[in-house]
């Protein structure tokens, strides 16, 4: 159980385009769900914490408008990078929280974004 | 600022040796504790929670808790090559209280 999925697991994209990273609970209803990025060895950054049904709440210094979070379900979470640039190019991976009260994370495969 | 401090390694050892991996908390009031193994490349998995004080044991992995130190350890018997990965410790408080994740120790398990 506690399975997350992510897609794409790969993009590669123009830069000036935007791209949408989609995160799926597969087995559990998750009330909350995370967007990270990692660059290469180095550690997980918060970006936002996505509650379902309401607006995400980004960590200081992420842009909310050029991460767009939209967490339409208790399933479905996605991240939109709008206007990408070659900087934006990272590792992007979500986890969700199987219930309201645990915070026990779970986390997608990730999503490896080139911008060319 | 709350934080999770682990030393980045990295940590070597011998095969069928046991890996010792350390962690400490800021935060008196986090109360729920995991450990997440990250191969390089891929996303973190989760290998253990804890939250209580004292040990527990899943197979070769026991996690140990002591909260009066704020102190979280990970301890793998009969380390193998395939262990060899970055181990995150992350620390968070029920109720939807943030979990904070620290930077991660590599581990390298030597054949």
Known sequence: GAVVSQHPSRVICKSGTSVK?????????????????????????????????????????????KFLINHASLTLSTLTVTSAHPEDSSFYICSARDGQYTDTQYFGPGTRLTVL | QKEVEQNSGPLSVPEGAIASLNCTYSDRGS??????????????????SIYSNGDKEDGRFTA?????????????????????????????????????????????VKA
Do not use: H
């Open chain 1, 21 to 65: 990273i989609e995160c799926r609970s597969l087995d559990f209803q998750a009330t909350t769900m995370f967007w990270y990025r990692q660059f290469p060895k180095k550690s997980l950054m918060l970006m936002a914490t996505s509650n379902e049904g309401s607006k995400a709440t980004y960590e200081q210094g992420v842009e909310k408008d």
């Open chain 2, 31 to 48: 109360q729920s504790f995991f450990w997440y193994r990250q191969y390089s490349g891929k996303s973190p998995e989760l290998i253990m």
């Open chain 2, 64 to 108: 140990q808790l002591n909260k009066a130190s704020q102190y979280v350890s990970l301890l793998i018997r009969d380390s193998q090559p395939s262990d060899s990965a970055t181990y995150l410790c992350a620390g968070g408080g029920t109720g939807g209280f943030k979990t904070i994740f620290g930077a991660g120790t590599r581990l390298f």
